[in-house]
């Protein structure tokens, strides 16, 4: 099979893909029996939803970052996001305002700085459209002057503590933490990535800067559709229905096994 | 039941700490950084001319060179002792290995070496510093194989730098060991690692080096000797992108 026929059909198939999560997404907000009264707490089940889903489209459609280094950023904030919608749906109610709340604040936080630097500067904040629309954003919810700003993190727990509650721990052990080294560029992720051992021993094993090349591994594909998976799965585990579910990344999983067979089948008879 | 995370370590506010470094003063010594630089003379010196003969030599320098130490008590097998060794000791080491004629199989081993690292403390062996300061290519080459084998802790050859440094304190008699320790048969260690006895020797002698190492150099970052040698190396062959 030809490289340009292989690109060609994997093409279709992340499109695909795409198109599935979009219509998983259409089939989870069109079941919801939305209550008006706690509209908060769909807004935020949706929106961490949708977040997840637009994060991993964009993931698929990009192979360049399906690398060590930049792979593991994005698996982690996927990862940090489930977690979130994992304690969230415990008790959607008041969580979900905890989140909303904390967000407002911490955008009236940022135009509060924003001012300060402005005025430290010699310049108008009236005169500045982002502080307008920020405060019209944060307006439109709540006024800034009734908004709390909540310096701890949004849900008074640690990552860890909110993944224990949630009953996630191993997710939270053996992916958000892992893949938290590179988030924030560790030592343990830039040693083994950046860095590589000098061969004259002369430099007493000296680690010398490297930048790696863009080698992409399909797993991380694979773990970034997991993970969006995850989100489908706690949310009918949470509030099932009697609909079968067709996942997404189920589909994604088969293609790409049809297509690795089509690949070595063509190639075997080559 | 699956066992508690590192439930051996004890909690220090948000820190979990080994065991081994809580127990009284642990000494964070690296064999690499420290202890190679130190004893690599042994080394060379085993590697020119044989297991027997170079036992010999290096134990002879080590206890000629005990006999004139100064007020302290220091372990002459470290290369890193002669640093703050006052000129008339060393004055006095040098016509002591003169008489008893082992300058000239000492200059033959380590002449090499010495070029390379003028500001290695055992140069007072040449006073008159005839040395030609060029480096030898074919030295250089040989002399990075025995480095690259004494990075590994575990090779047969730092086992018997090791085992050297030890042997010289049991000839000082500065060593006593209990009765049943794997010690008591220290001269089998020259089969390692083929023997099990051997290897229990072993482990015992690099467990124990860093015991030898004159902490006081350490502590107070007293030695420039371990500096001057890793910064020597990438001056001979820098690094670069």
């Known amino acids: 099979m030809k490289n340009k026929e292989i690109e060609l059909n994997f093409s279709k198939i992340i499109e695909q893909y795409s198109d599935n999560l979009k219509n998983e997404l259409k089939e989870l907000w069109n079941g919801f029996k939305i209550d008006l009264s706690i509209k908060e707490q769909f807004e935020v089940i949706g929106g961490i939803i949708a977040r997840q889903i637009t994060i991993t489209t964009h993931f698929a459609s990009n192979s360049n970052i399906w690398t060590g280094d930049l792979a593991p950023i994005i698996l982690r904030s996927l ?17 979900a305002q905890k989140f909303i709340l904390h967000g407002l604040g911490q955008e009236k936080l940022m135009v509060e700085h924003r001012k300060n630097q402005m005025i430290s500067d010699g310049l108008n904040p009236d005169e500045d459209e982002l502080i307008k629309f920020s405060e019209q954003w944060i307006n439109s919810q709540r006024y800034t002057f009734l908004t709390d700003v909540n310096l701890g993190s949004w849900s008074g727990l640690s990552t860890r503590e909110m993944a224990q509650q949630a009953n996630c721990m191993d997710f939270c052990n053996f992916v958000y933490q892992p893949f938290s080294t590179a988030a924030h560029n560790m030592w343990n992720h830039v040693a083994k990535y950046n860095l590589r051992t000098s061969d004259n021993v002369l430099h007493k094993l000296l680690k010398v800067p490297v930048i790696s090349e863009i080698t992409s591994h399909l797993d991380y594909l694979d773990l970034a ?22 996942s997404s990344y189920n589909i994604l999983k ?8 089509e690949i070595n ?6 | 039941m699956s066992k508690k995370i590192l439930e051996d370590h004890k909690k220090e506010g948000k820190r979990l700490r080994p065991p081994l470094t809580t127990i009284g003063n642990f000494v964070d010594l690296s064999w690499v950084d420290y202890i190679i630089p130190d004893v690599i003379w042994i080394t060379l010196l085993r590697d020119k001319f044989g297991d027997k003969l170079g036992t010999e030599l290096v134990n002879e320098f080590i206890v000629i060179s005990t006999k004139h130490e100064s007020a302290k008590f220091r ?8 640093e703050t060794l006052p000129s008339q000791n060393k004055t006095e080491i040098f016509n002591d290995l003169k008489k008893k004629g082992i300058v000239s199989p000492m200059l033959s081993g380590l002449s090499d070496f010495l070029d390379m690292y003028p500001k290695c403390p055992l140069n007072f062996i040449r006073p008159n510093d005839y040395s030609t300061k060029v480096i030898d290519v074919k030295f250089l080459l040989r002399y990075k194989e025995i480095l690259w084998d004494l990075i590994d802790k575990r090779s047969k050859k730092s086992t018997f730098t090791i085992a050297n440094v030890v042997y010289s304190m049991f000839v000082l008699d ?15 260690i020259q089969e390692y690692p083929d023997t099990e006895i051997s290897r229990m020797i072993a482990s015992s002698l690099r467990a124990s080096i860093n015991a030898f190492y004159n902490v006081e150099m350490f502590d107070k970052d007293n030695s420039t000797w371990a500096k001057e040698f890793w910064n020597r190396g990438i001056e001979i062959e820098a690094c670069k992108l």
């Open chain 1, 225 to 246: 559709a997991k993970y969006t998976d995850k989100c489908f799965w706690i949310y009918y585990k949470k509030f099932p229905n009697d609909k079968e579910r067709k």
């Open chain 1, 254 to 261: 088969e293609q790409l096994k049809e297509l690795e067979k």
């Open chain 1, 265 to 270: 089948n063509k190639n075997g008879s080559a």
């Open chain 2, 174 to 188: 500065r060593l006593k060991i209990v009765k049943d320790s794997p010690m008591t048969q220290f001269p089998k």
């Open chain 1, 79 to 95: 990862a940090d996001n489930y977690i979130n919608l994992a304690w969230i749906l415990e008790s959607p109610k008041d969580r």
């Open chain 2, 75 to 82: 372990n002459y097998a470290l290369i890193s002792s002669f």
